[in-house]
């Protein structure tokens, strides 16, 4: 099966090392194998998990399970793991197959993602959704390539919701110039192309919905000096590239950004390369609306590039609200891959090097970003490794504490929002930002309120028992 990682991972750049003084010591990180993969669960699970609001996790995997071509999962944060899906179930893989990325939940309860290859049209890939309860619908069958596909196929990045409701996503090759296209889709099927990438773009990583509307997202290959962009579209489909990579010789600003961006509470897009930068091994950048970029690290700036080397996917921004969190797929103290944390200004601190146990129990490789739950620990994947060297689910303590997520993180007066957390019974108290809202406590891990007449940007936070929790990030008031 073709996969982005497997396609990226054959070009290999020699190592420069460069030690920087601004490279912290690794700090202490507890990290726990939560479930290792067999095969017949699925195996090289590629996509990030994110948190239902059952409080459980959800995820995919790229391959096997079933019928050979991968599943979507839940796991409890305690570990307790069922597989929902196996792709390929249909005859010719027409309900999909090999989905490279997450999830998401949308405003409807039900989870929405894509599958690289498969679907009505054989190897063009899907868009689909899933209930909770693991009852799957394909929504798209992209086109096959190469003739007459003005769909665009592989879809290698996952989905977001817009604030219209609909999902937005894009595909990696095909689309009236063969470059790949942004295309929207209902949520019961209707797809829309809104934009077609010049011949040779690549657009493999997640878009996202900045706090002005916009989207936001990176190209691995094209711009200016061919290799990769940032760029901004409208909802509506008009396109401006921020900045175009490898401006300078040497490609010191980095190349291939496969992964997506984050917008920090600062305002400004956080985002990685997989390659380039002063040691050849991908960087941190940081740019802000109007395309200045800033690369604030290099990966490999220490020896043996223990710090890790090619991070393949996005950064997230912790419950906290200053640092930004991350995985590189390979390097560390084991060759194996990192999980680190890094800060706006690029003070980089590896957390857990994989690989460290015997025979990589512990995993290998992870090719997938983190997520953080809302009980303050991290949880992701890692591609390789495991008792049966198929990948895990890991949870990874960084000594964080607990905080609340809304969603959508956007809303008018009088919407509701579902607000997820941990440990939220017995909540006495919803603000938007100060304001008191009206809200019903669903169970322990969900509430869902009404944004308040008067209600301004800013802050949501909920009194229980326990404490109050603030929430991950400001919630925007349209």
């Keep these: 099966m073709r996969t982005r990682k497997t396609l990226v991972s054959k070009i290999v750049y020699p190592v420069t090392t460069v030690v920087l003084l601004l490279v912290a010591s690794a700090a202490s990180a507890q990290l726990k194998t939560l479930h290792s993969f067999d095969f017949t669960d699925g195996a090289d699970p590629n996509g990030w998990l994110i948190q239902g609001s059952d409080g459980n996790l959800y995820g995919t995997t790229a391959s096997q399970g079933a019928n050979g071509y991968g599943t979507v999962f839940k796991i409890s944060p305690a570990g307790n793991f069922v597989t929902l899906y196996d792709f390929c179930s249909l005859s010719v893989c027409a309900d999909g197959a090999g989905p490279l990325a997450g999830l998401i939940q949308a405003s409807d309860g039900n989870f929405y993602g894509t599958t690289n290859t498969g679907g009505a049209n054989v190897y063009g890939g899907t868009v689909f959704k899933i209930t909770p309860a693991g009852a799957l619908t394909t929504l798209f069958s992209f086109c096959d390539p190469p003739v007459n596909c003005s769909s665009g196929y592989h879809p290698e990045a996952g989905l977001v919701q817009g604030s219209d409701g609909n999902l937005y ?6 689309g009236a110039n063969g470059g790949g296209t942004v295309y929207r889709i209902t949520r019961t099927g209707i797809l ?23 989207l936001y997202g990176t190209t691995a290959a094209g711009g200016t000096y061919g290799y990769g962009t940032v760029f901004k579209i409208s909802l509506s489909g008009s396109l401006t590239t921020l900045y175009s990579f490898c401006a300078t010789s040497g490609c010191p600003d980095g190349e291939a950004p496969i992964a997506g961006l984050v917008q920090g509470s600062d305002g400004n897009f956080y985002g990685t390369t997989y390659f380039g930068g002063i040691n050849l091994s991908g960087t941190i950048f940081k740019i802000n609306a109007a395309g200045k970029l800033t690369t604030i690290y290099n990966f490999c700036s220490l020896s043996a590039c223990s710090d890790g080397q090619y991070p393949e996917d996005s950064l997230i921004q912790a419950g906290n609200g200053t640092t930004f969190y991350g995985t590189a797929s390979r390097g560390g103290a084991n060759f194996y891959g990192t999980a680190f944390k890094v800060s706006s200004t690029g003070t980089m601190t590896t957390l857990y090097s994989f690989c460290a146990q015997s025979g990589c129990t512990d995993g290998q490789n992870p090719y997938a970003n983190l997520m953080q739950d809302t009980n303050g620990s ?14 895990t689910v890991f949870s990874l303590s960084a000594g964080l504490g607990r905080f609340i997520e809304t969603q959508p993180s956007y809303g008018k007066a009088g919407a509701s929002i579902k607000i997820l957390g941990t440990n939220l019974t017995g909540a006495t108290s919803v603000t938007f930002n100060g304001t008191s809202a009206t809200f019903t406590v669903n169970s322990s891990s969900l509430i869902t309120a009404t944004v308040p007449a008067g209600a301004t940007t800013g ?15 400001k919630f925007l008031v349209r």
Excluded: E
Aim: proline fraction near 5%.
């Design 169 to 174: 996503g894009v595909t990696y090759l095909g």
């Design 192 to 214: 829309t192309v809104t934009y077609n990438f010049p011949l040779g773009s690549q657009p493999s990583g997640t878009l996202i919905q900045a706090t002005d509307g916009n």
């Design 378 to 391: 991290f949880y992701g994947t890692t591609f390789g490794g495991g008792s049966s060297s198929a990948g």
């Design 459 to 473: 802050f949501v936070q909920v009194a229980t028992p326990g404490g109050t929790l603030k929430s991950n990030r």
